[in-house]
């Protein structure tokens, strides 16, 4: 599902809006999603904000999903997908 970014794309996204498609679930609360037109990566972090989907957050949405698949193995979570 993800797109290779493209800023002439983003430009008419930015007028027309991003129309933003969930990409990969990381636990319960955090998402990653991709802008279907233009490719624009985005995140929510686990206070509810929404960030552009860069280097460091793409390595805490490895982390969480690292932990979240262990709890769930573990038995301690109900599974969400």
């Known amino acids: 599902m993800r797109k290779k970014y493209s ?3 983003a430009a008419r ?3 027309t ?5 969930v990409s ?7 998402q990653e999603m991709c ?3 233009c490719g624009k990566q985005i995140t929510n972090t686990i206070y509810g904000e ?5 280097d460091l957050h793409s390595q805490i ?6 932990m979240a698949r ?6 301690l979570v109900v599974s969400y997908s």
């Not at 809006?17 to 498609?21: F, G, T, W």
């Not at 949405?61 to 690292?66: G, H, I, K, Q, Y």
């Not at 262990?70 to 038995?75: E, I, S």
Request: proline share 5%.
């Open 7 to 9: 800023p002439i794309k």
């Open 24 to 30: 990969h679930v990381v636990n319960e609360r955090v």
């Open 17 to 21: 809006k991003h129309n933003y498609q």
């Open 70 to 75: 262990k709890r769930q193995k573990a038995g």
């Open 50 to 54: 929404v960030v552009p989907l860069n």
């Open 13 to 15: 996204c930015s007028i």
């Open 61 to 66: 949405n490895e982390a969480l999903n690292d």
């Open 35 to 37: 802008c279907s037109k």
